[in-house]
């Protein structure tokens, strides 16, 4: 039964982590997948998290009791607040059903699952270019693979924000357009917040559904509230829409899977069937989230002097980040690399889409065990005060050969 089954290609982003591991050079920098890395290149476990992870371990009162399919009640309100704001009209007028999902993924998954099974065959649009497991997650969810909507303007290096409208004014009336709330990935190129109302308009006046992707919610910009601005905009507007939420990034535990699901009503008569529904999708493909890290990240947004200390180390992320921008683009302006490198200043989040070729990428990977995703995006908190440099005559060298 076995034979006819296909190879599947393998995932672009995910491959390249077991290539790196594979690769025995002393010299390789993996600047592949999205994970912050320390100055050391160590992973990071935020001083904040150890702390509730060891109160828990020593509690007597912990158990690992099931959770309800919808998750850890505490967690799903505490997560809705933080994305949509404390004084949110939708919450308070109780039009809003969160459940707690695994990661940013999961949320995905369970919102399409649920739009394919209860709202319908509705096509989706992502931005071009986007996170290459959207255009994955989408029909595996049971949708139509996903159209693109134009994004990126490779000449200014910017959203182009006329061909998004454009391409958004043509959609027909229902269809779903899934926004990058902040720190667009993989281009690290987001709309201001004037070209987001334009936005918002269009998708009003076309009645379109917007999926809102917060993966980096508190890491591009250090702070939770401003990078929850274009999807507080849009909930503000009063649609129907959905919002994923992921703690991989913000809280570093991306092996723990903690996210959120948030369905955003226009009305709050449908709240009792969407919450139903969204509980048998989940019963049905793995009964209950893990509780771990549902219960760490509730805890920490629920005490007001853990809060603090998150966002203080959402700032130091945030800011080696960029520190590492600035030794970035200053290394290959010192080593005379051709061409203009603001741009990796300029971008904001985890990721710098350099503008390096595929072609160059291969070079980099093969001469220099250097290794990054084809389309040239580079996971800044890969480097280091002691591999810029490196990095940067590698890709001198790659430019000019
Ligand atoms: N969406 C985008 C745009 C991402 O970059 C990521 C990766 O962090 C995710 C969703 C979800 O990741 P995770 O499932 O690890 O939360
Ligand atoms: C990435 O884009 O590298 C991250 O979002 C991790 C992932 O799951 O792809």
Request: charged share 20%; proline share 5%; hydrophobic share 40%.
């Given at each position: 039964?076995?034979?006819?089954?296909?190879?599947?290609?393998?995932?672009?982003?995910?491959?390249?982590?077991?290539?790196?591991?594979?690769?025995?050079?002393?010299?390789?920098?993996?600047?592949?997948?999205?994970?912050?890395?320390?100055?050391?290149?160590?992973?990071?476990?935020?001083?904040?998290v150890r702390k509730f992870e060891k109160h828990f371990a020593n509690d007597p009162s912990t158990t690992h009791e099931y959770l309800?399919?919808?998750?850890?009640?505490?967690?799903?309100?505490?997560?809705?607040?933080?994305?949509?704001?404390?004084?949110?009209?939708?919450?308070?007028?109780?039009?809003?059903?969160?459940?707690?999902?695994?990661?940013?993924?999961?949320?995905?998954?369970i919102g399409f699952a649920f739009i394919a099974n209860f709202i319908g065959q509705r096509v989706v649009y992502v931005p071009n270019p986007t996170w290459s497991n959207h255009r994955n997650v989408v029909p595996q969810a049971g949708l139509p693979a996903t159209?693109?909507?134009?994004?990126?303007?490779?000449?200014?290096?910017g959203v182009d924000v006329e061909g998004l409208l454009q391409d958004l004014s043509c959609a027909d009336e229902g269809s779903i357009v899934v926004f990058h709330g902040c720190a667009h990935n993989p281009t690290g190129a987001d709309p201001s917040k004037d070209e987001w109302r334009r936005i918002v308009q269009v998708?009003?006046?076309?009645?379109?559904?917007?999926?809102?992707?917060?993966?980096?919610?508190?890491?591009?910009?250090?702070?939770?509230?401003?990078?929850?601005?274009?999807?507080?905009?849009?909930v503000q507007s009063g649609m129907d829409m959905f919002v994923a939420q992921s703690y991989a990034k913000n809280m570093g535990m991306y092996g723990e899977r903690v996210g959120a699901l948030n369905v955003v009503l226009r009305s709050p008569k449908a709240v009792d069937a969407v919450r139903s529904q969204l509980k048998q999708l989940i019963r049905a493909m793995y009964s209950n989230p893990p509780l771990h890290g549902a219960r760490i990240a509730a805890a920490?947004?629920?005490?007001?002097?853990?809060?603090?200390?998150?966002?203080?180390?959402?700032?130091?992320?945030?800011?080696?980040?960029?520190t590492m921008r600035t030794r970035l683009r200053d290394a290959l302006i010192k080593n005379g690399a051709p061409g203009n490198w603001d741009h990796i200043v300029n971008q904001?989040?985890?990721?710098?889409?350099?503008?390096l070729t595929s072609q160059q990428v291969a070079f980099m990977r093969d001469k220099y065990h250097i290794y990054m995703t084809s389309n040239g995006r580079v996971s800044m908190a890969g480097l280091t005060e002691g591999t810029v440099e490196y990095v940067a005559d590698a890709m001198k060298d790659a430019v000019l050969s």
């Amino acid at each position: 039964i076995f034979d006819s089954v296909p190879q599947a290609p393998p995932d672009p982003i995910l491959s390249i982590s077991a290539a790196f591991r594979a690769d025995a050079s002393p010299r390789k920098v993996n600047l592949g997948v999205g994970a912050y890395r320390t100055d050391a290149g160590a992973p990071y476990v935020l001083p904040i998290v150890r702390k509730f992870e060891k109160h828990f371990a020593n509690d007597p009162s912990t158990t690992h009791e099931y959770l309800p399919q919808d998750g850890f009640t505490k967690f799903n309100r505490l997560s809705a607040r933080l994305i949509l704001g404390a004084d949110s009209p939708a919450l308070n007028e109780g039009r809003v059903v969160t459940v707690q999902a695994l990661s940013g993924t999961g949320a995905l998954r369970i919102g399409f699952a649920f739009i394919a099974n209860f709202i319908g065959q509705r096509v989706v649009y992502v931005p071009n270019p986007t996170w290459s497991n959207h255009r994955n997650v989408v029909p595996q969810a049971g949708l139509p693979a996903t159209r693109s909507y134009r994004y990126f303007d490779a000449n200014t290096r910017g959203v182009d924000v006329e061909g998004l409208l454009q391409d958004l004014s043509c959609a027909d009336e229902g269809s779903i357009v899934v926004f990058h709330g902040c720190a667009h990935n993989p281009t690290g190129a987001d709309p201001s917040k004037d070209e987001w109302r334009r936005i918002v308009q269009v998708v009003a006046s076309k009645k379109l559904v917007p999926f809102f992707d917060n993966a980096y919610q508190g890491f591009a910009s250090g702070n939770l509230n401003t990078d929850a601005w274009s999807t507080r905009l849009f909930v503000q507007s009063g649609m129907d829409m959905f919002v994923a939420q992921s703690y991989a990034k913000n809280m570093g535990m991306y092996g723990e899977r903690v996210g959120a699901l948030n369905v955003v009503l226009r009305s709050p008569k449908a709240v009792d069937a969407v919450r139903s529904q969204l509980k048998q999708l989940i019963r049905a493909m793995y009964s209950n989230p893990p509780l771990h890290g549902a219960r760490i990240a509730a805890a920490i947004m629920a005490d007001e002097d853990a809060f603090r200390q998150w966002e203080m180390e959402l700032e130091k992320m945030s800011a080696r980040i960029r520190t590492m921008r600035t030794r970035l683009r200053d290394a290959l302006i010192k080593n005379g690399a051709p061409g203009n490198w603001d741009h990796i200043v300029n971008q904001i989040g985890m990721f710098s889409f350099t503008g390096l070729t595929s072609q160059q990428v291969a070079f980099m990977r093969d001469k220099y065990h250097i290794y990054m995703t084809s389309n040239g995006r580079v996971s800044m908190a890969g480097l280091t005060e002691g591999t810029v440099e490196y990095v940067a005559d590698a890709m001198k060298d790659a430019v000019l050969s």
